[in-house]
């Protein structure tokens, strides 16, 4: 939610809903780093912690004026040395490089000071990890699944931004992480079938419309989509890929939690590491709800997305398009 709330509040019934969200999301950051309170979360020795860490400090990178800026000192303080029980476990060689760089790198926005060898290494072995065509290696290997999406590439972009902003020299690394993260956004809008759709493949597909991240955080931070990609048709893309998956019968239980499965209830789709908590990294799917509503993204009207376009028998089509 968080590059929504970053908008901000204003007088219109979104931005109204969008004060009281923004409300909600920081009491939550209050009880969830505060010792004292029943809803702490940072108490038991777990691996997990890294995680857990990393969507709380990536948040407050992307929304800072709202979720950190009207905190209390003290508030403040709780959030971070909750971040910093990060440090007493180690990552796996993996995309989970990235979560102690997303960390330090938001303590360091906040603080001033951090560790920085967690970012250093983690920038490092992605520059050594990258495999072409968009696409990094989730270690030193190729994985067939979407964690370009869910982690890598937005979380990469956003620590090397964060970086160059605290005067890191990153510039030339910043300018290939955007350039390769436009990359995999033109293929990720490529992968939605005509019926909006993409294809199910590798880990972690229960986490749904997370798919859709990079494709939508390219719009969100860059300003831009890569060309030849149409606002109006990326829009009707992301659009209909979203109501497939979350309007599909047993999606929701009777209460309304999100249950397993990739399309609807399917509990065996879950991976050995999945838990109903962890499904909610779909919500990294709605990305696009921080694009300014001015934005060409949404005052475009709507359009035929790629594979539209080339199963229609579309004579217009050329290579272009696709590249």
């Known amino acids: 939610m968080a590059p929504w709330l970053s908008l ?33 979360l940072f108490g038991g020795p777990t691996q997990e912690r890294i995680v857990h860490a990393a969507y709380i400090a990536y948040p407050l990178l992307l929304a800072k004026r709202q979720l950190w800026d009207p905190l209390t000192s003290d508030q403040q303080q709780h959030i971070i040395e909750a971040l910093k029980t990060h440090r007493r476990f180690k990552p796996n060689k993996s995309n989970w490089l990235l979560f102690p760089a997303i960390i330090e790198s938001a303590i360091w926005k906040m603080t001033g000071t951090c560790k920085k060898k967690p970012i250093l290494y983690a920038i490092d072995k992605h520059q050594q990890w990258y495999l072409g065509d968009g696409v990094y290696g989730d270690g030193p290997d190729f ?23 605290m005067g890191m020299h990153v510039e030339n690394a910043l300018a290939n992480a955007v350039n390769r993260g436009e990359r995999y956004a033109s293929v990720t809008e490529h992968l939605i079938s005509p019926e909006g759709t993409f294809p199910v493949v590798g880990r972690s597909s229960v986490y749904r419309i997370a798919m859709l991240q990079q494709l939508e955080y390219t719009v969100f931070r860059n300003g831009r989509l890569p060309p030849p ?22 999606t929701f239980d009777e209460n309304g939690w999100l249950n397993a499965g990739i399309a609807g209830h399917q509990p065996e789709a879950r991976d050995w590491y999945n838990y109903t908590g962890a499904l909610y990294m779909c919500t990294m799917g709605l990305t696009h709800l921080g694009i300014p509503p001015a934005d060409p993204f949404w005052t475009e009207p709507s359009a035929a997305w790629t594979q539209q376009k080339i199963w229609s028998g579309d004579e217009s089509v050329s290579q272009q398009l696709f590249k």
């Open 8 to 40: 901000g509040e204003d007088e219109s019934p979104e931005g109204q809903l969008r004060a009281r969200y923004i409300k909600l999301a920081r009491q939550c950051l209050v009880n969830a780093t505060d010792p004292a309170s029943e809803d702490y």
């Open 143 to 165: 994985h067939w699944d979407y964690y370009n999406s869910y982690v890598i590439s937005p979380l990469l972009t956003e620590t090397l931004r964060t970086c160059r902003e």
């Open 229 to 250: 990609l149409h606002a109006g048709a990326t829009r009707a893309a992301i659009t209909s890929v979203i109501r497939n998956m979350m309007e599909m019968p047993g």
